[in-house]
């Protein structure tokens, strides 16, 4: 009971200071948890042994299918927007999925990364339907049907990402502690095992694999959302590396784990740009360094640990009691 009345009271905190936060902090809130659902889908696979650098291609598809419903069937509000480009995600990956679940290992890494870069160079040259390079606007959205202004907007559109966000990670902490998330993790651990039990690891990885991609693409969508614009960046590797990168950062522990390492990130990046613009790519690898080698199990690392000496102690005062 203790775990859901802190999480309860953590979503609460979170969805008030919507109100009370500047709009600026407020929109890094949002960008960090759209991100977090992308680098919740790498941690995802990673568990499952598998290691992803094209998690870019389902996040660039949702967010521009979030432009082209809006500019093409005038689609304005953002539940219906987000759950087109969540379906986008999902369908990529569904025809994706059935090449790349035979796949492992640094195969697997290569193909999704040439997925990405292909739908990267569509992007880019398909001028008159994309905008090149330019990219794309997109439309003001409304919130249940409500045309709000721009401060009372920003506020929406975060607690539609918080929402999504929560909603997302208690389902995928349902799908971990189930058998298909054992099965997955036991793909890691020993496939040929996971045969011998009569469970198909075909399609074990192709169902992560489109959880993932579908994780990804609501991340993708609501993206698009709160910052107007969609630019073929999206699906560039760097993107997709950006997401490996913070899942490592985070941990992938548990569910919690990618999306406090996504906000930390966003939060470290936001400041090491505005105090150090010239230097800030080393400032993070510098950080991400020093995590590695005294945080192996990245951030989350601080949590378990906490939690850890609270017990010894407790333990401690009752033999004493």
């Known amino acids: ?9 953590l979503l609460a905190l979170l969805a008030g200071l919507g109100f009370v936060l500047p709009a600026w902090i407020i929109f890094l ?5 759209a991100r977090g659902l992308a680098i919740l889908s790498v941690a995802l696979l990673l568990r499952a042994g598998l290691v992803s650098f094209g998690q870019g291609l389902f996040f660039a598809a949702s967010a521009y299918t ?36 035979r796949y492992r290992e640094i195969f697997f890494a290569m193909l999704t990364l040439a997925f990405s870069m292909v739908l990267y160079g569509i992007l880019v040259k398909a001028y008159a339907l994309t905008g090149g390079s330019d990219g794309m606007a997109v439309a003001t959205p409304t919130i ?25 990670a208690y389902l995928t902490f349902r799908y971990m502690n189930s058998p298909l998330g054992y ?6 651990d020993n496939e040929v095992r996971l045969e011998y039990l009569g469970l198909s690891t075909w399609g074990t990885i192709y ?9 990804s693409g609501l991340g993708g969508a ?26 490592l950062l985070g941990g992938i522990g548990n569910v919690l784990a990618p999306l406090g390492g996504a906000v930390v990130f966003e939060i470290l990046r936001a400041y090491a740009f505005k105090y150090a613009p010239y ?3 080393m400032i993070m690898g510098s950080a991400m360094l020093l995590i590695i080698l005294f945080m192996p199990e990245g951030l989350w690392t601080i949590y378990t640990s906490a939690v850890r000496r609270i017990r010894i102690r407790r333990w401690s005062w009752r033999r004493l009691g």
């Open 279 to 281: 230097i800030w790519q």
């Open 183 to 188: 099965a997955a993790r036991a793909v890691r």
């Open 29 to 33: 809130l949002s960008l960090a948890f």
């Open 1 to 9: 009971m203790r775990p859901l009345l802190i999480t309860v009271a």
């Open 66 to 101: 979030v432009a082209f419903v809006m500019r093409a069937w005038g689609v304005r509000e953002a539940a219906l927007a987000t759950a087109l480009g969540t379906a986008a995600g999902v369908l990529v990956a569904g025809v994706t999925g059935l090449l790349l679940a």
């Open 207 to 215: 169902l992560t694999y489109v959880l993932a991609g579908g994780l």
């Open 144 to 168: 249940a049907g409500l045309a709000l202004e721009a401060e009372r907007l920003r506020s929406g559109l975060y607690l539609l990402t918080l929402s999504c966000t929560a909603a997302v």
């Open 222 to 247: 609501l993206m698009a959302l709160n910052v107007g614009h969609v630019d073929p960046q999206l699906a560039y590797w760097t993107t997709s590396g950006e997401f490996v990168f913070v899942a």
